[in-house]
């Protein structure tokens, strides 16, 4: 099966930045469709971003477009989120994900493999 890895969160301020990490297992991490999601306390699991298994086409929810940024090395089985400019309302669990299949899908059933997830918090 498929592992996946994800980097210790933290906590930022408002106006910094954070890199997420996801290291994945496995030779298949290069033909998977990637994704990060997250969690906020007493709210639904949701996604923030996605990537297709050649990195060539991406996609974001509506509150982090211009600020974050998913991005993947294949040489390093890794997928990375690049949180700009994050805010109060971007604190929750991050969740590295990903699906035996090379396109992006934006629902959680549709993924297969799941990091534990890590705390990410932001302070005004």
């Known amino acids: 099966q498929v592992r996946l890895v994800e980097s210790r969160g933290g906590l930022v301020q408002t106006g910094a930045s954070l890199r997420l990490s996801c290291v994945a297992s496995?030779?298949?991490?290069?033909?998977?469709?990637m994704a990060w999601f997250r969690q906020a306390p007493g709210k639904e699991r949701e996604i923030v971003a996605a990537?297709?298994?050649?990195?060539?086409?991406?996609y974001y929810t509506d509150s982090v477009k211009g600020r974050f940024t998913i991005s993947r090395d294949t040489a390093e089985n890794t997928v990375y989120l690049q949180m700009n400019s994050p805010k109060p309302e971007d604190t929750a669990v991050y969740y590295c994900?990903?699906?035996?299949?090379?396109?992006?899908?934006?629902?959680?059933?549709?993924?297969?493999?799941w990091g534990q997830g890590t705390q990410v918090t932001v302070s005004s």
């Open positions: 994900a990903s699906r035996q299949y090379g396109t992006i899908k934006t629902f959680i059933s549709e993924y297969d493999y």
């Open positions: 990537i297709n298994w050649s990195g060539d086409t991406t």
């Open positions: 496995g030779r298949a991490f290069s033909i998977y469709a």
